[in-house]
C-alpha cells in the first residue's frame, strides 16, 4: 500500500518559499500537500484532511503537482499549467519548432547558460519544466505522454 501523508505547514511553507522565489508565485494557500513516495507532490482539498485516511484503501489523491528532488521542486505539466498563469520569473518561452521538439521528448539545444528548472511555455500554454546545462534544455517531458508525430 502507497503512503499518504500531509504535509507538515513548515514543509509547505519551504516549498512555497522556494516556489516564490523560483517563479514569482506559489499554489493556492486553500489546498493541502500530501505526499507519496516522499517525492511524488499532489494538492488536495483541506477537507480531505478531517477524513481517517488509515481506514481508506487509498493509491492517489488530488491532482499531481510535481516531485520533490533534492535539487529542488520539479513540476509536473499540470503543475505548471497551475504555476505559470501566475509566474512573474522563471519562464522559457519556445518558439513553435522547438516546442514540437519539447513533446517528442527530444533535448534542445539552447545559446543560453545554465539555468535551474525553468517553466516551459509556447504561446499562452505551459508544458513541464525543463534546465538548460551545457547549453542543452533537459527535458523532463513524460515518456507515456511524448508524442511520436507532431502535426503543424
Not at 533534492?70 to 505548471?80: A, D, K, L, Q, V
Amino acid at each position: 500500500m502507497n503512503k499518504l501523508r500531509f504535509l507538515p505547514t513548515k514543509e509547505v511553507k519551504k516549498i512555497n518559499h522556494e516556489l516564490q522565489e523560483r517563479y514569482g508565485t506559489c499554489f493556492d494557500d486553500h489546498l493541502a500537500y500530501m505526499l507519496l513516495r516522499e517525492t511524488d507532490l499532489y494538492l488536495v482539498t483541506k477537507d480531505l484532511a478531517r477524513l481517517d485516511l488509515s481506514k481508506l484503501r487509498l493509491n492517489t489523491a488530488g491532482l499531481y503537482v510535481g516531485e520533490l528532488m533534492h535539487e529542488g521542486f520539479r513540476p509536473s505539466i499540470e503543475g505548471s499549467q497551475l504555476l505559470g498563469k501566475h509566474a512573474t520569473q522563471g519562464i522559457l518561452d519556445l518558439d513553435d519548432a522547438k516546442i514540437r521538439q519539447w513533446v517528442k521528448g527530444e533535448e534542445i539545444t539552447m545559446e543560453k547558460e545554465d539555468t535551474p528548472l525553468v517553466l516551459i511555455r509556447h504561446g499562452h500554454d505551459f508544458y513541464g519544466a525543463g534546465k538548460i546545462k551545457a547549453k542543452k534544455l533537459l527535458n523532463f517531458y513524460p515518456k507515456h505522454r511524448r508524442l511520436s508525430v507532431v502535426s503543424s
